[in-house]
């Protein structure tokens, strides 16, 4: 059975809340700068400027809409903590992709950006009790509440999600 390239690790399922849980998701975002930055470490314009897949992003725009993401996913958490049930602002995140800093930006930059938010993020949230990953926000175009609970599953799975699929690429092409 052939592997999924979109999905390298799967798609999100949330798990329930758990002290386990929150430590190794808490774990998580601390470590993702480090983890995607070490992957593509050794990569040249050349590897940089390669899509993971056909149709799909270059390594270079996955790794500024991993920090374009969690930029929106920082700015939704502390919404969530200091609003009622608040509701957020989605972004056409393929538009994002195509603007001319993603072209024109060092990937270090967008590297450097998610060691200070993740570094951020964590502090903001590394002390929240079960009650408080139980605040919600409202995605407009989803129609929905969203747990941040939630909301932090699924960004720690997105971080995954984008890091495979650069590791899968330098199997692929054996760099």
Known sequence: MQKDERYPIGKYEPKPFSE???IEWLRDIQLLPEELER??????AAQ????????GWTVKQLIHHVADSHMNAYIRFKLGLTELKPVIKPYEEKAWALLADNETVPVNVSLTLLHVL????????KDLSQ???ERTVIHPEQGREMSLWLLLGLY???GKHHTAHIISLKERMNW
């Open 20 to 22: 386990a849980q929150k």
């Open 131 to 133: 009650q408080d990953f």
């Open 39 to 44: 992957v593509v470490q050794t990569f040249d």
């Open 156 to 158: 720690v799975w997105h």
């Open 118 to 125: 993740h570094r951020r993020w964590y502090a903001a949230i």
């Open 48 to 55: 940089l400027n390669t899509a993971y897949r056909d149709g």
